[in-house]
């Protein structure tokens, strides 16, 4: 049980162009999802807090407008990396924690690259 | 300071022995806390919860010192699978998870 599964786990994109990752918690419903980032050597980066049917809460130095948060049910949430740069080509996974319990369960990543 | 703090390593270990790495936290209510594992281009994955009073899933066992505010992971009989990251985690209320940047765990033939 608790599985979240991401989409896609691959994305090359050119400069300027915007991407969707999905988030979906297959087997369990999640009130909270998470968005992380992370640099290669790096830790995980909380970038922002998603709650289903509320706005996202942002992590200071993260902006709102580029990456662009949904979460439109218990099961999916999106993140949107609107006009995308070569800064950030990351690593991006999310998190999915079952309503009512601490434990956070991640998706498989997505590996993003900006050319 | 930073509120959850590890060695970032690397440990390197010969196959079969012990291990043990700490993680400080400087928030004294903080209230619950993991360990989490990551291998290298992957997704971190639970390994275990810590409890007060500790607790033991195998060769891993975690111990939580509240007065010294330190988690500890021990390693007992390393195998090379067991090579990968070992992130902290702490709770600090209100589902709030501060994540260490991670101690990396090298087992060696």
């Known amino acids: 049980g608790a599985v979240v599964s991401q989409h896609p786990s691959w994305v090359i994109c050119k400069s300027g162009t915007s991407v969707k990752i999905e988030c979906r918690s297959l087997?369990?419903?999640?009130?909270?999802m998470f968005w992380y980032r992370q640099f290669p050597k790096q830790s995980l980066m909380l970038m922002a807090t998603s709650n289903e049917g509320s706005k996202a809460t942002y992590e200071q130095g993260v902006e709102k407008d580029k990456f662009l948060i949904n979460h439109a049910s218990l099961t999916l949430s999106t993140l949107t990396v609107t006009s995308a740069h070569p800064e950030d080509s990351s690593f991006y996974i999310c998190?999915?924690?079952?309503?009512?319990?601490?434990?956070?369960?991640f998706g498989p990543g997505t590996r993003l690259l900006v050319l | 300071r930073k509120e959850v703090e590890q060695d970032p390593g690397p440990f390197n270990v010969p196959e079969g022995a012990t291990v043990a790495f700490n993680c400080t936290y400087s928030?004294?209510?903080?209230?619950?806390f993991f360990w989490y594992r990551q291998d290298c281009r992957k997704e971190p994955k639970l390994l275990m919860s810590v409890y007060s009073s500790g607790n033991e899933d195998g060769r891993f066992t975690a111990q939580l010192n509240r007065a010294s505010q330190y988690i500890s992971l021990l390693i007992r009989d390393s195998k090379l699978s067991d090579s990968a990251t070992y992130l902290c985690v702490v709770n600090e209320g209100n589902y709030q998870l501060i994540w260490g940047a991670g101690t990396k765990l090298i087992i060696k033939p």
């Open positions: 928030n004294s209510a903080s209230q619950s």
């Open positions: 087997d369990f419903q999640a009130t909270t």
């Open positions: 998190s999915a924690r079952p309503t009512a319990q601490e434990t956070q369960y």
